[in-house]
């Protein structure tokens, strides 16, 4: 917790008599998030420099007067991002979301092939002889494999998405996972209506190559910061 943290110690006086103090961010995953923090710290009295390196996840803050510390934490909290002192800042918990990512990419990668594996099976069949029970028992199979794998590969995008939502503000995030909510609603309501198309392999195929853009992005921001540091 915030609270637990004497962030005072962390705190450098420059000559000009202004207090500074850098901070590294979590739950940073576009370019929208560095205008939303930037302008959320620059609304708190007393400060007059925020900058965030998106690289680096690197927010440094400068302030005028006797400001505290655990209040410019306190106001990224309320923005949905987590923040702690970026010297002390652990190359473990960063390997431990790089496996984090890694894992997701594997479920919905293995999700994928067995649903598209009875997708073909069902196209063909469409322009040949499939029945219609078949046909179906396909499409439920193919419910049974993506809704659960899907739950689980796109919480890095549902999560982000919520934290977004719950400061009323957007990122692109949200119409990542209305998009995936909306064709795995649209499909399980086709299945159920017996109808002749489902689109759950579009859905995890979706997170599998958004994910593993995002699991390089995240490697190559790390290599990034290994060489900054």
């Known amino acids: 917790m915030a609270q637990a943290v004497d962030y005072s110690i962390f705190v450098a ?7 500074q103090m850098s901070l590294a961010v979590d739950g940073i995953d576009c370019a929208a998030c ?3 923090i930037e302008h959320g710290v620059m609304a708190l009295p007393g400060v007059v420099r925020a900058r965030l390196n ?12 006797a400001g505290e510390p655990a209040a410019l934490v306190g106001r990224l909290e309320t923005l949905g991002y987590r923040a702690h002192p970026f010297a002390g800042r652990a190359e473990e918990a960063e390997a431990k979301r790089a496996q984090w990512l890694l ?24 322009v ?9 028992l396909f499409h439920w199979l193919s419910a049974l494999i993506a ?27 949200v119409p990542i996972s209305l ?10 309501m086709e299945t159920i209506l017996h109808r002749e198309h489902a689109f759950f392999d579009s859905a995890v195929m979706l997170l599998f190559f958004l994910l593993a853009g995002r699991y390089l992005d995240h490697e190559a921001r790390r290599r990034t910061r290994a060489v900054a540091g």
């Open 13 to 19: 006086t420059e000559a000009d008599g202004r207090s």
């Open 34 to 36: 560095i205008a939303d």
């Open 54 to 65: 998106y690289s680096t996840h690197r927010l440094t803050v400068e302030w005028d007067g």
């Open 103 to 126: 894992r997701c990419l594997g479920v919905a990668g293995f999700a994928m092939m067995n649903v598209m594996l009875l997708s073909v099976s069902v196209w063909a069949g469409n």
């Open 128 to 136: 040949t002889d499939i029945t219609p029970e078949t046909r179906d």
């Open 147 to 173: 809704l659960p794998a899907a739950a689980y590969a796109g919480q890095p995008f549902f999560q982000s998405a919520l934290r977004a939502l719950r400061t009323r503000s957007l990122n692109m995030d």
């Open 179 to 188: 998009g995936v909510i909306l064709a795995l609603g649209m499909s399980l």
